[in-house]
């Protein structure tokens, strides 16, 4: 990896009008900078004014006031926000807006797949009754302060209603991938110490009943902490129901993520953590406004369930909840959600938009889509293609695509994009306001134009306050590299205009005779190729080489595997990155493993080709993909 020249020219621009009715320009003129420079600037040299101004901007309310912004003195990896200061954060969620205008709004939309999942909409004085009713269920059942409670349920009004209630009497809310088996339930139930499990009865896919009850038991059966399996049955509980008083900091929720090998990681969250970067990213990234209803595609068990739980409702805007295939029964199923729905922010993946590519333009331009106003993007990295296919077909070449990058362990973005920025297909504008970003060289050292480690050089109140009970893993996956700072395990890049690109996962890099590769390097090459609908690129073993490319494809439905086509491919790889990296081999699949959200998995992809252990596979949605990849071999 050498100089990075970006992509292209500048595609959109914001209007005087986008401008001047920003959070971002509203929060600059408040506090008297010029400039989103200046605010950059500020906002990582002095942590403390920024985070206090955007806990006072947010109204963030307090139930005994922080005495100091954050405490250092065991060092940025451990460090301590709103040190002193009590709060659960379902008091600004829901409590606070109790007698006001926006108690009468709606906070929740929702549908499944037809024919039961029918619209549904809860006003947020909904919304917090049914959370007192829950609270009520878990308090009868003696659940309470610190104790951990798993969600397992699918993406419905009830999954936030539990979730909310769990945090309300003082637990830890422990969401579950719903397409997650029995062994995967009870191995992050076990490492939680979980004491319940909220579930439900099932939900559909495609049409097909998925029988989620069972799943859940079998998994809390294997855990004998865990004492009880509850279901979202709590309507002969009172209305009203105390918030039970926490510390700021203290642990609120406990998310896993998944790992190539040994158990996954528990990353620990707080009241004032997770919850308050979320809602700052939704305000500075995505400009989300209260009058706004942000859809993102996505399961409670991946952290933007949460997220797009805790923004929006910070932000007294309404949360859209879908949950089923997009494509069922019909191949407009997403466009005709976001027109019923009005949706005005809708949050997708690349791998999402290059499938719904493949049914051509006429299921979008059948709908109305006037309603969205931007979309949002995160989880991989983009390719030019379906990014201008989403900005100039979807988006009409007026909406700006937020594209947004950081992770479970960061409460939300490193990098994003936002309404002041002019765009380029696939960049980010930078780094986020409080978010002291950099890409570094092999030493560490700031770089531009070219390849580098994504890493962060000062705390942020989003950090997760480390991995559950295991604090050496945290600073050895983390702050290991060197002294103080966060290496993120990204590939980065600034171009010549000062925007920033993800280039993908940097231990996925792929070393081809002393020169590096990533992944996304290849992979947009063959994508761009008019008859590759996806692709996946790994690195295998090769004596002369030290490693060789080798590249997954699977193709438009319109065409058929062939060695001319093979060789089209490997040519085209070839004038695109060179000679050295040239395919070692070009195989062609019905599908490649995703997970639920539409990730590629190309651990999976390269484990099942060179016959090795698949690892933690708890997150894969289509075992099938797996199976046939390693039968290629």
Not at 155 to 181: D, H, N, Q, R
Not at 586 to 605: E, G, W
């Amino acid at each position: 990896m050498a100089t990075f020249h970006g992509h292209g020219p500048i595609l959109w621009r914001p209007s005087p009008e986008l401008v001047a009715q920003s959070h971002l320009s509203a929060f600059m003129t408040r506090h008297g900078l010029s400039s989103l420079d200046e605010l950059q600037r500020r906002s990582i040299t002095d942590i403390d004014w920024f985070w206090n101004a955007v806990i006072e901007d947010l109204d963030i309310r307090f139930t005994r006031p922080y005495t100091q912004v954050v405490d250092l003195s065991r060092g940025p990896a451990w460090a301590r926000w709103c040190v002193g200061g009590e709060m659960n954060i379902v008091d600004n969620l829901l409590d606070k807006y109790a007698g006001t205008l926006t108690d009468t709004k709606v906070a929740i939309r929702a549908e499944g797949e037809p024919p039961e999942g029918v619209p549904r909409a809860l006003t947020y004085a909904e919304l917090r009754r049914e959370v007192n009713r829950a609270a009520g269920l878990l308090r009868a059942h003696g659940i309470g302060r610190g104790d951990v409670v798993g969600v397992l349920m699918p993406l419905t009004p009830e999954c936030v209603i539990a979730m909310l209630a769990i945090i309300k009497v003082g637990g830890i809310f422990l969401p579950l991938f719903s397409g997650y088996g029995v062994e995967a339930v009870a191995q992050r139930l076990e490492d939680a110490g979980a004491v319940a499990l909220v579930t439900a009865e099932g939900f559909s896919r495609r049409g097909r009943r998925i029988d989620l009850r069972a799943t859940a038991e079998q998994g809390a059966a294997r855990v004998p902490a865990v004492r009880h399996v509850l279901l979202p049955t709590w309507s002969g509980h009172p209305d009203e129901a105390e918030t039970t008083r926490t510390d700021a900091d203290e642990p609120m929720m406990l998310i896993y993520t998944s790992g190539t090998s040994g158990r996954p990681k528990g990353t620990v969250h707080s009241h004032c953590g997770f919850p308050i970067k979320a809602a700052q990213d939704m305000a500075h990234g995505f400009d989300l406004h209260a009058d706004e209803t942000m859809c993102w595609i996505t399961d409670i068990g991946w952290m933007m369930g949460p997220w797009l739980v805790f923004g929006t409702l910070l932000s007294g805007a309404a949360m859209m909840l879908y949950d089923g295939a997009l494509d069922w029964p019909g191949s407009d199923r997403l466009w005709d959600i976001v027109a019923r729905h009005k949706i005005t922010t809708l949050g997708i993946s690349p791998t999402l938009v290059r499938a719904l590519m493949q049914h051509g333009e006429a299921p979008c331009r059948a709908h109305d889509l006037s309603s969205l106003r931007k979309f949002g993007s995160t989880g991989e990295p983009w390719n030019p293609d379906p990014w201008r296919w989403l900005f100039e077909v979807v988006g009409g070449g007026r909406l700006p695509i937020i594209n947004y990058s950081g992770g479970t362990e960061t409460s939300g973005g490193i990098v994003s994009g936002n309404v002041l920025t002019p765009l380029k297909a696939c960049a980010f504008a930078g780094p986020l306001p409080g978010m002291a970003a950099e890409v570094v060289d092999d030493q560490g050292r700031p770089v531009r134009g070219e390849v580098g480690e994504l890493v962060v050089t000062q705390p942020w109140i989003g950090m997760t306050r480390g991995f559950w009970r295991d604090p050496d893993r945290y600073l050895e996956t983390y702050w290991s590299r060197w002294p103080d700072v966060w290496v993120h395990g990204d590939w980065a890049a600034v171009d010549e205009d000062g925007l920033w690109y993800i280039l993908g996962r940097s231990d996925d890099t792929i070393k081809i005779a002393g020169k590096r590769l990533g992944p996304a390097e290849a992979e947009s090459v063959l994508v761009a190729h008019p008859g590759v609908v996806e692709a996946a690129a790994i690195g295998v073993p090769d004596d002369l080489k030290g490693e060789a490319l080798v590249c997954f494809c699977v193709l438009a439905p319109t065409l058929a595997p062939s060695d001319e086509l093979r060789d089209d491919l490997a040519g085209t790889i070839v004038a695109a990155l060179g000679k050295p990296f040239a395919p070692k081999a070009i195989r062609f699949v019905d599908a490649l493993p995703k997970t639920r959200n539409a990730k590629i998995m190309r651990r999976l992809v390269r484990a099942a080709y060179l016959g090795e252990p698949a690892g933690d596979t708890s997150s894969l949605e289509n075992p099938a993909a797996v199976d046939a990849i390693r039968a290629s071999r």
